[in-house]
């Protein structure tokens, strides 16, 4: 008892103190009104939500130049920053027009298609979760919950096949608010797969490039490098309908331009091989 | 005397082809029944193994429940449970019509009330309350390639499907899944008719390098209006005269709302050259001119199809040049690698016993776009790229397009003449150069996709 009491008292002060503290917050921190620069920012919420900061500090956005702030993506104002930088127009400011890959692949997605027809009809005062908007715009999946590190569900080297389990577990979270796990761990699965086959054909011509450089110069070689090159950006189109669900990104502007790619590489080394004879 | 004995010959003779049809008929069953028992499906089925994603594509073929969670449920239960666990879902039912009418379509009414024996409901499931729409679209049928009721089986039944890894192409079946579901065109679980009639909601498949159907239509004159206005026009409206100031993909593919798509086409997928003005394209050519004149003067449409036509034509005399190119090199033994020295088509070692390249339509190239020299590389991309797209431009009204597109094939055909020279400069392909063969045969991806499909 006498152990019991005490934690019972503790709790019920901390609810009281809880529910009081509620509004005096609310009142003493009613959303400041004016312009600020993001280092004023920052100090406040590093206070308030230094979870958010911490987040942010490890994300692509803090550790890239030139570095994207809060500003960048929120304003100056402090009125409606959040629901207003929640529009995919946000990211897409940055992230390449309408034809970068990576807009464009979302863009032609279901998920892009449904958030371009209904996204006038949106609440963007609603957190980031919950499926509380139809379809996912770019915040919804990669800053899910209002996570600020915008980059844990992104992987810069292709090539490399050990990032991804993490990388999945991130997204995976977001994609369960509409989906079924058995569908998602799937349809993930089937990503890393088709990823994998894209990774043979580009190793396939890498491979193929070293053993003719022992033959060739590296002048005689140039196109197939520069063949090679365009593969990395195949792949990249790969991963992005993957990532995205265009499945015209996964097959013309992926497997099938690989393909491509990869015969070209073998008949031009080929070629070099015949004039040589 | 002779009589009787010439009557129990033509008697005997008789019973020759019984017996021939007697043992034939049943061997062919039995063999069409074992060709379609493997673990895939269609015509190769017993030649791969599906993806387990492809479940979700082809339900009907590979969907299989399973039994985390046990018991018979009614529609609020399952909405009571996964308004937690998946609230989008429920959402969007809420938001859509099922939720609405006075006899509410619950969860159950689609994917079964045995959370042991759920199913992805396919079109027959919709068919139930949407019969009409249903038979529009299998009516499909009757058309013939392209069309959206055929789709699965034109991927599962394609060679070159047969023969990639499956994981690679499950990428196919995302679009052609369009015969096996309808939330391809009205997205679950809201499954919006208003959604449907917009033209963004086939961009997902009709977007790219074969079918660049948005980039065309967007471009035109009808694809402007509709950008700048679209957003705040009625899309409850059916799809008939007068009701939309310009139309979309589906006023005129589906115009009236018929769920029937393939009925129309006249030049169809655009990938082989067609007679535009036999009796059948006649008919059609009437049914274009007529919808056409929801808005425009009849003379006027029908200049459009001749300035179509001429454009196509245009357009063969260029492939058939390159097409002549190419079978003038295989004929003089010029084309490196031969098909002796890569890898086989698809589907060729189990099904043909020639080794010979193909070029065109005809000889099945559409199938042949790796495992080819990069000289018929060039051809297929010029003919399934620049020349698709030359096409969708031309009917969905973009001139940019088809000037950008034309030009892009004059520029590959010069390409195609030059590389020819140089191929015939290099002489004649010998084709037991160890070096060369490893070249094609050898190498991680070209070894996996020989032992995996």
């Known amino acids: ?277 | 005397m002779k009589e009787p004995t010439m009557k129990t010959k033509k008697v005997r003779y008789i019973w020759i082809p019984i017996i021939i049809a007697l043992i034939a008929v049943p061997i062919g069953f039995f063999y069409v029944d074992w060709s379609k028992s493997g673990d895939g499906a269609g015509l190769y089925s017993r030649d791969w193994i599906p993806d387990a994603m492809f479940a979700y594509w082809n339900p009907d073929d590979f969907y299989q429940s399973v039994s985390t969670i046990k018991g018979e449920f009614n529609g609020e239960q399952c909405i009571s449970c996964h308004q937690a666990v998946t609230p989008g879902i429920v959402k969007d039912w809420q938001a859509s019509r099922h939720s609405k009418v006075e006899q509410k379509v619950y969860c159950n009414d689609c994917h079964g009330s045995n959370h042991e024996d759920l199913h992805m409901p396919t079109p027959k499931v919709c068919s139930s309350c949407h019969e009409t729409q249903h038979q529009q679209f299998v009516d499909e049928k009757r058309y013939g390639f392209p069309s959206h009721a055929l789709a699965m089986e034109r991927a599962l039944d394609s060679k070159h499907f047969v023969d990639k890894p499956k994981a690679e192409v499950t990428a196919c079946l995302q679009c052609h899944s369009v015969a096996t579901k309808c939330d391809s065109c009205h997205t679950r679980h809201k499954f919006s008719a208003a959604e449907a009639r917009r033209p963004e909601a086939c961009i997902t498949c009709h977007s790219g390098p074969p079918h660049p159907d948005d980039e065309t239509y967007f471009n035109s004159a009808h694809g402007q209006i509709y950008l700048a206005e679209g957003e705040n026009w009625d899309w409850s409206k059916p799809l008939r005269k007068g009701n939309y100031k310009v139309p979309t993909c589906a006023y005129c593919h589906m115009n009236e709302g018929k769920h029937q798509v393939a009925d129309k086409p006249i030049w169809k997928f655009g990938i082989k050259q067609v007679n535009p003005l036999s009796s059948g394209n006649k008919i059609k050519r009437k049914q274009w001119v007529k919808m056409c004149s929801d808005c425009h003067a009849a003379d006027w449409s029908a200049q459009q199809l001749k300035a179509m036509d001429a454009e196509r034509k245009r357009a063969w005399s260029k492939l058939y040049q390159a097409e002549a190119i190419l079978k003038g090199l295989r004929a003089d033994g010029f084309l490196y690698p031969s098909a002796k020295q890569r890898p086989a088509y698809p589907g060729d070692t189990k099904h043909s016993l020639i080794q010979r390249e193909r070029i065109g339509f005809f000889e099945g190239q559409a199938s042949a776009f790796y495992n080819v020299s990069p000289i018929e590389r060039d051809y297929f991309e010029m003919w399934y790229f620049e020349n698709l797209a030359a096409y969708r431009g031309s009917a969905h009204g973009d001139i940019s397009f088809v000037n950008k597109s034309h030009k892009a094939m004059d520029k590959s055909l010069q390409k195609l003449k030059q590389h020819a020279k140089r191929l015939r400069a290099h002489g004649k392909v010998e084709v037991d150069e160890t070096t060369l063969r490893n070249i094609w045969l050898k190498g991680e991806y070209t070894e996996f996709n020989r032992e995996n499909n």
């Open chain 1, 1 to 277: 008892m006498f152990i019991r009491l005490p934690r019972k008292l503790f709790l019920f002060y901390v609810s009281v103190f809880y529910l009081i503290g509620i509004p005096v917050h609310a009142e003493n921190n009613t959303a400041p009104t004016g312009s600020f620069k993001s280092k004023a920012c920052m100090e406040c919420h590093k206070k308030n939500n230094p979870l958010l900061i911490k987040d942010w500090r490890s994300s692509a956005h803090a550790n890239t130049q030139p570095i994207t702030d809060c500003v960048a993506c929120h304003g100056k104002l402090h009125q409606a920053a959040a629901s207003s930088s929640r529009r995919d127009s946000t990211c897409i400011r940055c992230h390449g027009g309408k034809k970068d890959p990576v807009v464009h692949s979302y863009t032609t997605s279901k998920h892009g298609v449904l958030m371009q027809l209904e996204k006038r009809s949106y609440d963007w005062n609603q957190p980031l979760a919950d499926a509380n908007y139809r379809a996912p715009g770019c915040s919804y999946c990669h800053m899910h919950k209002a996570g600020h590190n915008v980059s844990a569900g992104i992987r810069d080297d292709l090539m490399d096949k050990a990032a991804e389990k993490k990388v999945r577990e991130q997204t995976r979270i977001a994609c369960l608010d509409c989906h079924a796990p058995r569908y998602i761990t799937r349809l993930f699965e089937n990503g890393e797969r088709m990823l994998e086959i894209g990774r043979k054909k580009v190793r396939e011509a890498r491979s193929l490039i070293e053993q003719s450089s022992v033959t060739f110069s590296d002048d005689e070689l140039a196109p197939a490098r520069a063949q090679l090159v365009k593969m990395q950006q195949h792949l990249t189109n790969v991963y992005l309908g993957v990532a995205h669900q265009s499945p015209d990104y996964q097959w013309w502007h992926g497997h099938p331009a690989l393909d491509g790619d990869l015969l070209r590489i073998k008949g031009f080394i080929g070629e070099l091989y015949r004039i040589k004879k």
